[in-house]
Every structure is written in structure tokens, then in C-alpha cells.
């Protein structure tokens, strides 16, 4: 017999002969009273040590120190003003965030911050080259030929300037294309530099501070994306309206640190835990401010729209790109906690996705694909509540994306100074004094009528199946996220979803609601999703959890 087979042997010899009941020193658990003798127990209740040991990693994140097992010596369990003191300590805050965080993934990719107008390059991409614009038609505004060149390496003080204080574009030849010429490089403090004295080399072009520029008789600010055709509109001011590329991170993180500083303020027992959903109030910094001020508007449309919206607190005046100090700020009345900011938005980009995530964890509902089927439905159809294979999920699904429709699709602004709906192509753009004609189609749809199809108007892309065959679109729209949250409450699934999500990351399995059974908890889950909707406090249910007698049993 091998080795293997041996051990194999042994250990179902010893499981065969197991002792009726575990040795233990420990009491019995409660519920365990009316097990029969003859029954062979493969639990039993940790010592007071081990249960200290428990309780500390699962709320604190890390083992006990010596003094804190000296606390349970000659104890039967751990003392309440000790589990008391781990839930407030700094440890379960943590504890709070890695949980909310594993739910939500409030991880916006840093590629949400493209900027293909006003991204930054530096020339040969080589550090310590002069920094440009990467866009190629800002390169044939600046320079003329097929936009493939930057300046020279060579200081703009040695080529000299216009009489208006353009920079001198030194002649170079043409490239197939056209006349082409090249400027110098001048020194500039960049904003994400802290020590004043620092500068880097910008191109004399690029560099330019110029603030605003006449578009029709407007006076536009050249940091936003439209001023590319526009030959004075560099980055402004200490490169603010232009970003690195190793910059984006740095905004992405502060996203992400502005969501759990929200799911704080809620997780701590001291305020509703519902209310992170639909709070309105929010934190910002001098990064994020200065992201909002400077920065979204550059974020090309096929890209993130992240800039300011008519629902948003006033913008700083003078935002510090370094001031990382933290201040309360309130929000208007469509946003609705944790799901607006961007931390979220940006996470899930999409309102089906966004509809998606807050159903499978605050309701613990999931979307199964149907059977295929080929009768009362048109396999092409563009509404996916008519479409085949897809209807049976997206009937439910698009009334619920629909209550996040007022923030834009792939950005986090919400869209209440935009017009529901237009008559024509042209009035929508009409109504924008920015040079472009790509503002309706990102954000609008064509819609024909029933009726007459050479008939139609443009609706905002949330309301494009808004009619009487689609009743709830329209107001779930009109209520915004926060609707989906009372709908949530009042079902009474959102209390039994995180009461199951809290059960499962304490205890590292899910409970066992099987309906029949002695070891069913569907009654536990009565009683403590019963308790969570009565106090709505997300510390209690923990503390719930971690005394049950589930909790104290070692497998």
C-alpha cells in the first residue's frame, strides 16, 4: 500500500471511530443541548483566547497584542466593553471601507481621464525634453504641416517673439503637407510641482497662459476641448488646464478616498446606513476641485464628462492642487450618496451597469439569461425590451437604469441643466455656444414618431424609450437614484441584502436558507434583517452577528 492510500486509510479510520462526543473543556454552544449521544460533533466553541483572536482579525484586521489576551484570562468569553472597543477603534473603520470596497470596486480606471486635446507628451519622450500637447490638430494650429511636429529644442529667448507676444515659429521647410515651422521651449512652474523653483520645459506654444478666447462674439475659456482649433489657447496659467499622464492616478485616488470617506461618516453607527445611498452631502478637496475647475473640461466626449452640472456646489475659487485637506460640501437635489459620485459612476459607466450593481447588492438579485425563444418578439430590435433572448431581463432592467439617468453615461455630472428634449438636430446644438456639433451625440438620441417617421426629436439618451409603451421610464428618471433606493427600502430587500453580505464576509461562507432542515438560518435571517430595518445601524449588525453562536463555533 503507498504512502498516499496509508493516510487515506488512517484518516478514515479515525472518522469511523470518532469519539461521540468532542473533548472539550469549553461549554457547550448554545443549541446544542438536545444533540443525541450518539452523534459525532465536528464543532465546537472557541476558547476565549481564539475568539478574542477572531474578533480582532475579522474587525480589526490584525492578532490581539499581549495586553488584550490578558483582558479575557479566566474568562468564559470575550467582555462586551472589549468587542465595544474593537468596533470603535480606528482598525474597524478600515474594516468598513475593505467591505464596502469589495462590493462596490470604487476603483475608476485612471484611462476615465484621457484627454486627447490637452494630454501632455514630452518631445522624443524623453524626461527632461520640452513637455507638448499631444493633439495632433493643436500641433497643425500651432505649427502648421500634418501636425506631427513640436518645437525645438532650443530656448524661446534665442528665437524672440511677435510684437503681440506670440512666440516666433522659426520656418523649417514643408512635410508633404505643408509649410511647417518650429518654436522654442520656455520654463514654466507646472501646478503639480509643490517647490516653487521647480520648472520644466514647456513649448513656447503650448506654454501659453491666454484664459479666453472670442468665438462668435462669446468669449470662451480656452481650458476646455473646443478650444483646440484656437492658435492662443495653451495650457494656461502653470500648465492647470493640461494633465500628464502620470497625473491621473493621483485624481483617480482621490475619487476612490472621497467615496470611503462617505462610507465612514455611515458605517459607524452614528448615522442612518441607508442614508450613504441618498445623502447629498459629499466631500471634495483642493485636487478634486481643482480636477473640476481646470481639468474635466479638456476630457475629449468619447471620453468622461466630469465637469461641473447644474446639481454640483459651487467651484472653488482658487482651487491648490496639493491642498489634500478634506471639506463638507452639498450637493444637489438629483444626487443621491455613494451612487453619484464618481467613485461609482465612473466604476460602472453605464446605467444598466450602475442599475446592475446596486440590484445585486442591496437587493441580492441577479439576471439569469432566459431560454431562447422566437415568438412575440423582433430579433433586431433596438429596444431590448422587445428583442428576443433579451427581454425577459432587460423588461426589468431598463426601468431601473433609468432611474440613474440623470447622471451622464460614462461620467459623473448630473444632467439637470440639460433640456429633456429637443425638436430637431439643430436646436440641440443650437442651443450649446461651444463650436462643435458632437454635443448632441453624446448625449441625445433620435427619436422618430410612431406615427410619421420622417417626424423627430432628439431626447436625452435615458428617455429614449420614454412613452406609453415604457410608463416607468419617465419617473423613475424624474426620481433619480434615490428612487431606487426607496424602492429597495420599502421592499425590504435592501435590509435582508446586507444582512446577508455582512453575514457571509464575517463568517466567510453564506447563510444556509434552505427551507427545510435544523440547520436552516432563513429564520435568522427574519429576525435580523427585522432588527437592521428597526435601527438601521450598520455597527449593531455587526455586533449582532459576531454573538451569535454560529460566530463562536470552531468548524
Not at 478514515?12 to 459525532?40: F, I, N, R, T
Not at 462669446?218 to 476641448?225: F, G, M
Not at 466626449?301 to 491648490?320: I, K, M, Q, R, V
Not at 439618451?461 to 431606487?484: K, M, R, T
Amino acid at each position: 500500500m503507498t504512502s498516499l492510500m496509508m493516510k487515506r486509510f488512517r484518516l478514515a479510520s479515525a472518522l469511523g471511530a470518532c469519539l461521540l462526543v468532542w473533548p472539550s473543556s469549553s461549554p457547550a454552544a448554545p443549541g446544542d443541548e438536545g444533540e443525541s449521544a450518539g452523534q459525532c460533533l465536528l464543532h465546537r466553541e472557541l476558547s476565549p483566547e481564539r475568539l478574542l483572536r477572531r474578533l480582532s482579525l475579522d474587525l480589526r484586521g490584525r492578532v490581539p497584542i499581549y495586553e488584550e489576551y490578558a483582558l479575557v484570562e479566566g474568562e468564559s468569553g470575550v467582555p462586551e466593553d472589549v468587542l465595544d472597543g474593537f468596533l470603535e477603534s480606528d482598525g474597524f473603520r478600515q474594516t468598513m471601507r475593505r467591505y464596502h470596497d469589495l462590493l462596490l470596486w470604487p476603483n475608476a480606471s485612471e484611462s476615465t481621464l484621457v484627454t486627447n486635446n490637452f494630454g501632455l507628451y514630452t518631445v522624443g519622450n524623453k524626461i527632461g525634453n520640452p513637455y507638448y500637447i499631444a493633439s495632433t490638430g493643436k500641433h497643425t494650429v500651432f505649427r502648421g504641416g500634418n501636425g506631427s511636429h513640436a518645437c525645438q529644442l532650443v530656448h524661446q529667448n534665442n528665437l524672440g517673439y511677435h510684437q503681440d507676444g506670440k512666440p516666433f515659429c522659426q520656418p523649417k521647410g514643408n512635410d508633404g503637407t505643408g509649410d511647417y515651422c518650429q518654436e522654442g521651449y520656455v520654463n514654466v512652474h507646472p501646478y503639480w510641482e509643490a517647490d516653487p523653483n521647480v520648472t520644466v520645459k514647456v513649448c513656447a506654444f503650448d506654454a501659453q497662459e491666454t484664459e479666453t478666447y472670442d468665438f462668435k462674439g462669446n468669449q470662451l475659456p480656452c481650458s476646455q476641448r473646443f478650444s483646440v482649433d484656437e492658435k492662443t489657447c495653451g495650457c494656461g496659467p502653470n500648465m492647470r488646464s493640461c494633465l500628464s499622464g502620470n497625473l491621473q492616478g493621483l485624481i483617480t485616488s482621490q475619487w476612490r478616498a472621497q467615496f470611503l470617506r462617505l462610507v465612514d461618516d455611515y458605517s459607524d453607527g452614528s448615522r442612518p446606513y441607508t442614508e450613504m445611498l441618498t445623502t447629498k452631502r459629499a466631500y471634495t478637496n483642493g485636487r478634486i476641485e481643482f480636477h473640476r475647475k481646470y481639468l474635466a473640461a479638456q476630457t475629449g466626449f468619447l471620453y468622461t464628462y466630469t465637469e461641473p452640472g447644474g446639481s454640483d456646489p459651487p467651484l472653488a475659487e482658487d482651487p491648490d492642487w496639493h491642498d489634500l485637506n478634506w471639506t463638507e460640501v452639498t450637493r444637489g437635489d438629483r444626487h443621491s450618496g455613494i451612487l453619484t459620485l464618481p467613485g461609482y459612476t465612473l466604476r460602472f459607466q453605464t446605467n444598466r451597469s450602475r442599475a446592475n450593481r446596486f440590484r445585486i447588492v442591496f437587493t441580492g438579485q441577479y439576471f439569469q439569461p432566459p431560454l431562447p425563444e422566437i415568438s412575440g418578439c423582433d430579433p433586431e430590435a433596438t429596444d431590448l425590451t422587445k428583442r428576443c433572448t433579451c427581454r425577459k431581463c432587460h423588461s426589468e432592467l431598463e426601468p431601473l437604469a433609468a432611474y440613474f439617468g440623470v447622471i451622464a453615461q460614462a461620467g459623473s455630472t448630473a444632467l439637470t441643466h440639460f433640456a429633456e428634449s429637443y425638436d430637431s438636430e439643430d436646436e440641440c446644438n443650437a442651443a450649446s455656444i461651444e463650436p462643435n456639433i458632437t454635443l448632441c451625440n453624446r448625449f441625445y438620441r433620435r427619436v422618430r414618431d410612431k406615427v410619421d417617421p420622417d417626424i423627430s426629436s432628439w431626447k436625452l439618451e435615458a428617455l429614449e424609450f420614454a412613452d406609453a409603451s415604457h410608463p416607468e421610464i419617465q419617473p423613475n428618471y424624474d426620481l433619480g437614484p434615490a428612487g431606487i433606493v426607496t424602492a429597495a427600502i420599502e421592499s425590504g430587500l435592501l435590509y435582508r441584502a446586507t444582512v446577508r453580505n455582512m453575514f457571509q464576509f464575517l463568517m466567510k461562507r453564506k447563510m444556509n436558507l434552505s427551507p427545510t432542515g435544523a440547520d436552516s438560518e432563513a429564520v435568522l435571517l427574519d429576525e435580523l434583517s427585522a432588527e437592521f430595518a428597526s435601527d438601521d445601524n450598520l455597527k449593531q449588525l455587526v455586533k449582532r452577528i459576531v454573538l451569535l453562536p454560529q460566530y463562536r463555533r470552531m468548524p
